[in-house]
């Protein structure tokens, strides 16, 4: 089982390009959410989902959007990518188990907007 | 707002010393806290969790309701603990699809 994975690893966009990073899961989870890691501040929710054909706002949201057709793969796009995007970004994945139950993390995409 | 505080950015023990990753939490209702650790080189993982009240590669850590904490001990570090260590706290299961709130991260090193 491959688990959560990431495309791609490396990208480095000019201002106003735009891409589509794609999550995928092989462990049927339901709930899938992207977040952005930025030195010194963490990890920070864009966008979740909370099963196939649903998506929801995080903290940070604006400038990023989601789709999630298939409940295996969660896609979050830069429609037009800005410097202030340049950032690491984490998709997790997790069941609902009840109290406890951990999020899982893909490897990361580190993304460089010039 | 609910906020998770980690003060160090970087903590620097020996091997064989005892060692505390600091993690304050605001939030006032019952939170689920957990702690996710980065070795070089690969994905962010669970380490531990409050519900469970374990201990794993000899790290404990234990909720204090009153002073807002979720504190990581070791009592013997060892080398191969160094990695970036976050605390996260979740406010429920449902709330905002379960999300994790992270602190800022402490970097562990351990030096032999």
């Known amino acids: 089982n491959a688990g959560v994975t990431q495309t791609p690893k490396f990208r480095v966009l000019k201002t106003g390009q735009s891409m589509t990073l794609l999550c995928a899961q092989d462990?049927?989870?339901?709930?899938m959410y992207w977040y952005r890691q930025d030195p010194g501040m963490g990890l920070r929710l864009i966008h979740y989902?909370?099963?196939?054909?649903?998506?929801a706002k995080g903290e940070v949201p604006d400038g990023y959007n989601v789709s999630r057709l298939k409940k295996q793969n969660f896609l979050l796009g830069l429609e037009s990518a800005a410097p202030s995007q340049t950032s690491v970004y984490f998709c997790?994945?997790?069941?609902?188990?009840?109290?406890?139950?951990?999020?899982?993390f893909g490897p990361g995409t580190r993304l460089t907007v010039l | 707002a609910q906020r998770v505080t980690q003060p160090e950015k970087l903590l620097s023990v020996f091997k064989g010393a005892p060692v505390e990753l600091k993690c304050n939490y605001s939030?006032?209702?019952?939170?689920?806290l957990f702690w996710y650790v980065q070795y070089s080189r690969q994905r962010l993982q669970l380490l531990l969790r409050?519900?469970s009240r374990e201990s794993i590669k000899g790290f404990t850590a234990d909720l204090n309701k009153g002073e807002t904490s979720f504190h990581l001990k070791k009592p013997f570090a060892q080398e191969e603990d160094s990695a970036m260590y976050y605390c996260?706290?979740?406010?429920?299961?449902?709330?905002?699809?379960?999300?994790?709130?992270f602190g800022q991260g402490t970097e562990l090193s351990v030096k032999p």
């Open positions: 939030y006032s209702g019952s939170p689920e």
């Open positions: 996260a706290l979740r406010r429920g299961i449902y709330n905002q699809g379960g999300k994790l709130i």
């Open positions: 997790a994945t997790r069941v609902d188990s009840g109290l406890g139950d951990e999020q899982f």
């Open positions: 409050h519900i």
């Open positions: 989902s909370v099963g196939e054909g649903t998506t």
């Open positions: 462990m049927n989870h339901e709930y």
